[in-house]
């Protein structure tokens, strides 16, 4: 398919009437070469995102509440007990310690905060544990609790959600293909039952991914339009920030541009959701992270990632400031 101006143009008029890109049409968007007609679709993801969504952007924050230790061999992740780490290694941490961080977080500026535990499911005591965390995060901030709490049932997505979950964490991370590239310890099925378990209770969903762990841009959009399916509140978007010790460690680096392209082709695919900014944007996008918030992204994941440091709130802030986003 050849794209040119007027064909980013007619795609994004049929988006903010309410239309649909297909399939092909993402595709051919993603396989845009030339820079001119790159910052062109940036702009046209960006009109659309101010279309559907307000200027206001979305910013969370998360505590790994529970470390390594997990029996699942995710091969972008440093907390897999397959792999050798540096990574610290607990069991889930006591509530003052998530009541204070969930505190620091409020102040710095965070809206949001996402208790993420290791692992495929959580021990009966463990969820139980997290019940009544939440209970008390509630009670005692402003903070929307989220959380990102492995694999659940229906059972416990009405727990979660009578104790005032806001909204729950399950990353396709890539298209149901590539998945057994990554993973060999549980299915793409696995994940989805999760989104629908979250669905069928109504408690809000993020749902994103991870770029540049050898996926084509095929698997890219395939994973959006997955999604598509269940329209998630939040899609956060990783970059693949190469673990030591995982068997991703040495994977290429995926360029910029690539990155910057998929960003703003998810939001013709996604116009509603939130799309965040998550791990790995700053060592990959770097300076250029401007041009993602300017170009389909419109949140961003703050103050630290899972087993990675992040900017100072300060500094994503002020990016979010210079990009025209009230915070
Ligand atoms: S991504 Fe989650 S399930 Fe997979 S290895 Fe890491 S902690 Fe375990």
């Given at each position: 398919?050849?794209?040119?101006?007027?064909?980013?143009?007619?795609?994004?008029?049929?988006?903010?009437?309410?239309?649909?890109?297909?399939?092909?049409?993402?595709?051919?968007l993603l396989?845009?070469?030339?820079?001119?007609?790159?910052?062109?679709?940036?702009?046209a993801a960006h009109e659309i995102t101010l279309a559907f969504n307000s200027n206001k952007a979305g910013l969370c924050s998360l505590i790994n509440a529970k470390s390594y230790l997990c029996g699942e061999d995710c091969g972008f992740c440093a907390q897999s007990v397959r792999f050798e780490t540096s990574v610290a290694r607990y069991e889930l941490l006591?509530?003052?310690?998530?009541?204070?961080?969930?505190?620091?977080?409020?102040?710095?500026?965070?809206?949001?905060f996402c208790l993420v535990t290791s692992g495929g499911a959580l021990s009966d005591d463990e969820f139980n544990r997290i019940l009544v965390i939440v209970k008390q995060l509630k009670k005692e901030t402003k903070?929307?609790?989220?959380?990102?709490?492995?694999?659940?049932?229906p059972e416990r997505v009405v727990q979660l959600k009578e104790a005032g979950l806001r909204r729950f964490n399950s990353n396709l991370q890539s298209s149901r293909e590539f998945y057994p590239e990554i993973v060999s310890t549980h299915?793409?099925?696995?994940?989805?039952?999760?989104?629908?378990?979250?669905?069928?209770e109504g408690l809000e969903m993020c749902s994103g991914g991870i770029l540049g762990m050898g996926e084509s841009?095929?698997?890219?959009?395939?994973?959006?339009?997955?999604?598509?399916?269940?329209?998630?509140?939040c899609l956060p978007i990783n970059v693949l920030n190469p673990r030591p010790g995982t068997p991703l460690e040495h994977a290429p680096k995926i360029e910029n541009n690539e990155i910057l392209k998929t960003i703003a082709v998810y939001r013709?695919?996604?116009?509603?959701?939130?799309?965040?900014?998550?791990?790995?944007?700053?060592?990959?996008?770097?300076?250029?992270?401007?041009?993602?918030?300017?170009?389909?992204?419109?949140?961003?994941?703050?103050?630290?990632?899972?087993?990675?440091?992040?900017?100072p709130v300060h500094e994503d802030l002020e990016l979010l400031r210079r990009t025209g986003y009230e915070v």
């Amino acid at each position: 398919m050849i794209i040119t101006q007027s064909t980013i143009s007619e795609l994004k008029d049929r988006v903010l009437k309410g239309g649909e890109i297909t399939f092909e049409e993402a595709l051919g968007l993603l396989e845009i070469q030339d820079s001119e007609l790159l910052d062109i679709l940036r702009n046209a993801a960006h009109e659309i995102t101010l279309a559907f969504n307000s200027n206001k952007a979305g910013l969370c924050s998360l505590i790994n509440a529970k470390s390594y230790l997990c029996g699942e061999d995710c091969g972008f992740c440093a907390q897999s007990v397959r792999f050798e780490t540096s990574v610290a290694r607990y069991e889930l941490l006591e509530p003052e310690i998530i009541i204070g961080a969930a505190k620091k977080a409020e102040r710095q500026g965070a809206q949001n905060f996402c208790l993420v535990t290791s692992g495929g499911a959580l021990s009966d005591d463990e969820f139980n544990r997290i019940l009544v965390i939440v209970k008390q995060l509630k009670k005692e901030t402003k903070l929307g609790i989220d959380g990102s709490l492995g694999f659940l049932t229906p059972e416990r997505v009405v727990q979660l959600k009578e104790a005032g979950l806001r909204r729950f964490n399950s990353n396709l991370q890539s298209s149901r293909e590539f998945y057994p590239e990554i993973v060999s310890t549980h299915s793409y099925d696995k994940r989805i039952e999760t989104l629908e378990y979250l669905r069928e209770e109504g408690l809000e969903m993020c749902s994103g991914g991870i770029l540049g762990m050898g996926e084509s841009r095929e698997d890219r959009v395939k994973m959006a339009f997955e999604l598509k399916r269940f329209s998630p509140e939040c899609l956060p978007i990783n970059v693949l920030n190469p673990r030591p010790g995982t068997p991703l460690e040495h994977a290429p680096k995926i360029e910029n541009n690539e990155i910057l392209k998929t960003i703003a082709v998810y939001r013709f695919i996604l116009p509603k959701s939130n799309i965040k900014l998550a791990g790995g944007r700053e060592i990959s996008l770097g300076s250029e992270q401007n041009k993602a918030l300017q170009g389909g992204a419109n949140g961003l994941i703050v103050g630290g990632y899972l087993t990675t440091a992040a900017n100072p709130v300060h500094e994503d802030l002020e990016l979010l400031r210079r990009t025209g986003y009230e915070v």
